[in-house]
T-cell receptor, first 111, second 115 residues
Framework: SQQGEEDPQALSIQEGENATMNCSYK?????LQWYRQNSGRGLVHLIL?????REKHSGRLRVTLDTSKKSSSLLITASRAADTASYFC???????????FGSGTRLQVQP | DAGVIQSPRHEVTEMGQEVTLRCKPI?????LFWYRQTMMRGLELLIY????????DSGMPEDRFSAKMPNASFSTLKIQPSEPRDSAVYFC?????????????FGPGTRLTVT
C-alpha cells in the first residue's frame, strides 16, 4: 500500500512560476526523500531530509518536513520546461532501509 | 560508474512463459532493491537484499515470483509462470548506506508485457 500521498496529483504551471507539491505519510520515519521521474525513465534522487530537520535547500529546490503533521512539501522555484516530470516522495520508516513511495505528482511546465 | 544496469529494457512474452529480469548494481553498493511500477498500484517494493542476503521479501506478490543475488554485482528477478497482470515496469535500485542516509540509485527499468 502507498505510505505517502502527494497533493496535487497533477499540476500545470508556466515557466518561471514556482511549483509546490505536498506529501503526507502515516508512520514514524527515519528520513523522507523526493525523487523525480521523467517519462519512460528511472527515478532520480533529488533531496533527502532527516526526521530531525525542518527545512533543506538544494539549488532551486526547497523541502520542508513537519513530523508532527506527518507532512512534507517540495518547492521548485523559477520552474523550467525541463522540470516537467513526475515527482514522488518516499519515506524510510524507522528501523527499515527500504523506501515506501507515494503516488506522485505530475508536473507540467509550459514554456 | 555506469550506474545501475538492467536488462532487458523491454520484454514481451506470452502468458505461462518464464521471465527473467537482470540487474547489475553500482559497484560497492551493499543494498539492492526490486520495485514494480504500474498505473494502478504505483511504485511497490518487491524485495531487497543487503550484502547479497534477502532482507524483506514481503512485497513479492506470490510464489510465482523469486529473486536471487548470487554475488555483489548481479541479481535476477524471475516470474514463472508469467500472467498478464504481471505487466509493469520493473526497477532495480541500489544504495550505499552510510549513517541514516540511503539515497537510492535507480536503473532505467524493464518494461514487461505479458500477453
Amino acid at each position: 500500500s502507498q505510505q505517502g500521498e502527494e497533493d496535487p496529483q497533477a499540476l500545470s504551471i508556466q515557466e518561471g512560476e514556482n511549483a509546490t507539491m505536498n506529501c503526507s505519510y502515516k508512520t514514524s520515519i527515519n528520513n523522507l526523500q523526493w525523487y523525480r521521474q521523467n517519462s519512460g525513465r528511472g527515478l532520480v534522487h533529488l533531496i533527502l531530509i532527516r526526521s530531525n530537520e525542518r527545512e533543506k535547500h538544494s539549488g532551486r529546490l526547497r523541502v520542508t518536513l513537519d513530523t508532527s503533521k506527518k507532512s512534507s512539501s517540495l518547492l521548485i522555484t523559477a520552474s523550467r520546461a525541463a522540470d516537467t516530470a513526475s515527482y514522488f516522495c518516499a519515506t524510510v520508516d524507522t528501523g527499515r532501509r527500504a523506501l515506501t513511495f507515494g503516488s506522485g505528482t505530475r508536473l507540467q511546465v509550459q514554456p | 560508474d555506469a550506474g545501475v544496469i538492467q536488462s532487458p529494457r523491454h520484454e514481451v512474452t506470452e502468458m505461462g512463459q518464464e521471465v527473467t529480469l537482470r540487474c547489475k548494481p553500482i559497484s560497492g553498493h551493499d543494498y539492492l532493491f526490486w520495485y514494480r511500477q504500474t498505473m494502478m498500484r504505483g511504485l511497490e517494493l518487491l524485495i531487497y537484499f543487503n550484502n547479497n542476503v534477502p532482507i524483506d521479501d514481503s512485497g513479492m506478490p506470490e510464489d510465482r515470483f523469486s529473486a536471487k543475488m548470487p554475488n555483489a554485482s548481479f541479481s535476477t528477478l524471475k516470474i514463472q509462470p508469467s500472467e498478464p497482470r504481471d505487466s509493469a515496469v520493473y526497477f532495480c535500485a541500489s544504495s550505499l548506506t552510510v549513517g541514516q542516509g540511503n539515497e537510492q540509485y535507480f536503473g532505467p527499468g524493464t518494461r514487461l508485457t505479458v500477453t
